[in-house]
């Protein structure tokens, strides 16, 4: 991988801005995504081999530590332990955390991945780059990209790039000019990008499907009953198998109740691991709604918790809705009734 250079800061006459349009086209989004999880940032992220979107945690370090032994030194768990309790991401993992946690659409891959799939619009003669909010840029090792970053516009016409570093830097602002890029993609097989005419830029309409939001949680173990109730002396509907992911309803004591299959079910915590969180401006719209409802979930801070999945519970009962605690189109269209 490649991690040299040091890290500026920008603030003042340097900040960082991204033109806003009556409607953006996704790509510009995902940019300013990005740009609120660079160090100095309002969310900043720390960095972890093999994590897209992750809490840090000391599981995690070692976990990936031990799944990638060729890629770590001596000072791994030192240089890791600045992250805990932070959320961190590869060079890619920024883009599939976007994907997956914005979007709703899982997406893992690696930078080469992106290159080969993502990129159909590509060149690694770095000196032609288009001059995009959204370009991927990427450096190679033995002819594979191995590394990915992102343009964004400064307001003096310098070009920065959001990258997920390396274990020392997390996720930073470097100026293009000082980093060695090898060649850049337009990632248009899977975002569009804004039509560029001298120094007009002309926005394609973008259509992105609106997400269902929920909190689930996956079987950390190799298999473990789907109870009627929250005890072992309830009957088993069915066996829950390693991977498997639950959407969670609600708790009492050790168990959680979820939704699996088409079923409502009890399931030990034991057993059961939380996903990430979903968040963004939606997941706050819905909890704005949900508490002027009378459906209190606590504060609209734009995370899927569970207090959020509750309420969400409460409401579909209320309004004789599927009570599957996942809030679709018709969840939210009947709290607007």
């Given amino acids: 991988m490649h991690y040299g ?51 840090c945690t000391e599981a995690i370090i ?9 890629r770590s030194d001596s000072n791994y768990y030192s240089n890791a332990r600045q992250w805990l309790g932070l959320m961190v991401a590869d060079c890619q993992g920024m883009l599939d955390a976007y994907r997956t946690q914005v979007l709703g ?50 307001s003096s016409s310098e070009w920065y790039v959001v990258e997920s570093r390396g274990l020392n830097y997390g996720v930073v602002l470097t100026k293009l000019s000082d980093r060695p890029w090898e060649g850049w993609g337009l990632m248009d097989a899977i975002f569009s990008y804004a039509e560029t005419s001298g120094s007009t830029q002309t926005v394609a309409p973008v259509t992105v499907q609106e997400r269902s939001l929920k909190l689930t ?16 002396n309830y009957a088993s509907i069915e066996k829950l198998n390693r991977g498997d992911t639950v959407v969670y ?9 979820c939704r699996y299959n088409g079923e409502t079910g009890w399931a030990s915590s034991q057993y059961l691991k939380r996903d990430e969180y979903m968040r963004g401006d939606d997941v706050k ?53």
Avoid at 222 to 228: G, H
């Fill in 217 to 232: 949680y996956s079987l950390d173990g190799n298999s473990v009953n789907f109870r009627t109730g929250p005890g072992t």
């Fill in 5 to 55: 250079g040091g890290y500026r800061r920008f603030g003042g006459k340097d900040r960082i801005s991204i033109r806003r349009e009556n409607m953006l086209p996704e790509v510009e989004k995902f940019a300013e995504w990005l740009l609120t999880h660079i160090k100095g940032g309002p969310d900043p992220w720390g960095y972890i081999l093999g994590t897209s979107g992750s809490l």
């Fill in 249 to 257: 309803m609600g708790e009492s004591e050790d168990w959680i109740q």
């Fill in 285 to 337: 719209a819905l909890q704005t709604a949900l508490n002027a409802a009378g459906f209190a979930c606590g504060l609209a801070d734009g995370v899927f918790g569970a207090k959020t999945a509750r309420a969400v519970v409460a409401c579909q009962k209320a309004k004789g809705l599927v009570v599957d605690g996942i809030a679709g189109s018709r969840t939210k269209a009947a709290l607007k009734n």
């Fill in 105 to 154: 659409i899982k997406s893992e891959t690696n930078a080469n991945g992106n290159w080969l799939n993502y990129c159909k619009t590509k060149s690694k003669d770095i000196t032609a780059i288009p001059k995009r909010v959204g370009t991927a840029v990427f450096m190679f090792d033995g002819g594979v990209a191995d590394h990915v970053g992102w343009l964004c516009k400064e």
């Fill in 62 to 70: 070692k976990q990936k530590r031990s799944k990638y032994p060729s």
